[in-house]
């Protein structure tokens, strides 16, 4: 029911969600190690939602007979310069997780799978939200990163960022 090609590309996909999930836990575990465990938490929510992602795709590529082939993981960076250093990394990686499902569509488009192409429409609309928060969270770590008390506050924001499970339909 799906062809190699797009197989492949969804397991690279797979491996690209699970590696999210360490790149985010590294960065929860830096600002843990500052003391700062709302941002802590927050980035912790982004790496279940990452591994959620990951298991979406499993459990697809599986529904539709294709070849599921766990990838290798590369370790991700522990050491970064600062909040804002991470927030704007956050950023950058979720464009890249973007452009990558996009591929997938445009290459599902192009032999007309049209259940890959279904599918992967649920991560566009949650690549769309990510990138713009994302993006928010950058604009608001630079107004606060000099500002304890302003710093205090964001990091409570972020304390309240609870992890919810997609619905599954």
Known sequence: MISEK????INEQIAHEQYAAQYYLSM???FSGKDLDGIANYFRVQSKEELMHA???FDFLNDVGGDIIIGEIAKPPHEFENATDIFEKALEHEKKVT???FN???NANDEGDFATTSFM???INEQVEEEASA???VTKIKMVCDNPSALYLFDQELSQRVFVPAATA
């Open 28 to 30: 929860s575990a830096w």
């Open 55 to 57: 298991d979406k795709m």
């Open 121 to 123: 429409q649920w991560f």
């Open 6 to 9: 797009i197989a492949t590309l």
């Open 104 to 106: 997938i569509v445009k």
């Open 135 to 137: 993006s928010q969270y």
């Open 99 to 101: 452009r990558s499902i």
